[in-house]
């Protein structure tokens, strides 16, 4: 039985999801009127932590639907060096959680008053976030009080992949994100991916993807680390061939992240060069008949929560309050 907040609220995510998809339906479609009235030359994303972990997907998501240009923000270059930059062409995408954090605001409403369309993907309703931006796409998640964001997480994702769906008129993507609540609640009901036998032993590890895998490895990573303590660092597997992979010399442990989209023919190639060196490695992705492509990266992720949540128990460890966390990490 699912004791923690942790496991509880990552089993929340396919109501969640549902509810989400069928409340923001208009509420994208509203949005991309806006977005194509404005018709922006790049999209910058603006978050930290879990939300900036949300923007790679948001990159790979809109480069490859929309070939529209993607770039991560700086949040210091603002609020600590004081620097303005030129946005009047982009779509500002501001992801958050709580839509509190004092540089993300400060950011979001600089990138306002350069003539940038300012959007936030927030959870937290009337957030002084919201007071900053042009226009805001509800997450919906409702509270999440384990420290670990899972449902929230996961709620991003799904509002990018809804509010691309929608720019795109993707069809395909639309009907499939209908389909995505109930591929979630299988993928709970999945085997584990990832077990205490694999974990209990590694002090450190990489996490390789390629691809829509690599951008949610990062999530992967940072959950380790939260979690588990586990020193973990995400690479695409293509860029840990270009210096890292000489650490697999030393039996380094690798978990291999797999989206079985457009790239996976290369990452497999990839990941075969890397174990034949002699790393341990343990693969965690997975797909379901039927899945989208761009969705299957959220399964793995469902799948890995309630994995990662129950190693933590195993372990001994509180998976609800990792130590030196706290829910809201407000930064200048």
Known sequence: MNTTLMAQEAAQSPHVIAQQLKQNLPVCEQLVQKIKTFN?????????????????????????????????????????????????KALVLVISQSGGSPDIISQAKAAKDSGALTIALVNTPNSPLSEVVDAELPLCAGEELAIAATKSYL??????????????????????????????????????????????ELAHCVVLGRGFGYAVSREIALKLKEVCG????????????????????????????????????????????????????????????????????????????????????????????????????KTL
């Open 155 to 200: 709620s991003t994702l799904s509002a990018i992949l809804q509010l691309v769906a929608c720019w795109k008129q993707d069809q395909a993507l639309l009907k499939a994100l209908n389909q995505l609540p109930a591929l979630l609640s299988i993928a709970i009901q999945e085997p584990n991916k990832l077990t205490r036998e694999f974990i209990e």
């Open 230 to 329: 586990i020193h973990a660092e995400a690479f695409s597997s293509a860029e840990f061939l270009h210096g890292p992979v000489t650490l697999v010399e030393k039996s380094l442990s690798v978990i291999d992240v797999s989206a079985f989209d457009e790239s996976q023919d290369a990452h497999e190639t990839i990941m075969t060069d890397i174990n034949s060196r002699g790393s341990r490695t343990k693969e965690i992705g997975f797909t379901i008949s039927g899945a989208h492509p761009r969705c299957v990266p959220l399964l793995v992720l469902q799948r890995f929560y309630l994995d990662i949540e129950q190693i933590a128990r195993e372990l001994g460890l509180d998976p609800d309050k990792p130590a030196g966390l706290k829910k809201v990490t």
């Open 40 to 88: 922006p030359a790049m999209v910058y994303i603006i978050g930290r932590g879990s939300s900036d972990h949300a923007g790679v997907f948001a990159k790979y998501l809109i480069e490859v639907e929309l070939g529209i240009p993607v770039s991560s923000s700086a949040p210091s270059v603002h609020s600590v060096f004081h620097k303005s930059l030129k946005l009047d």
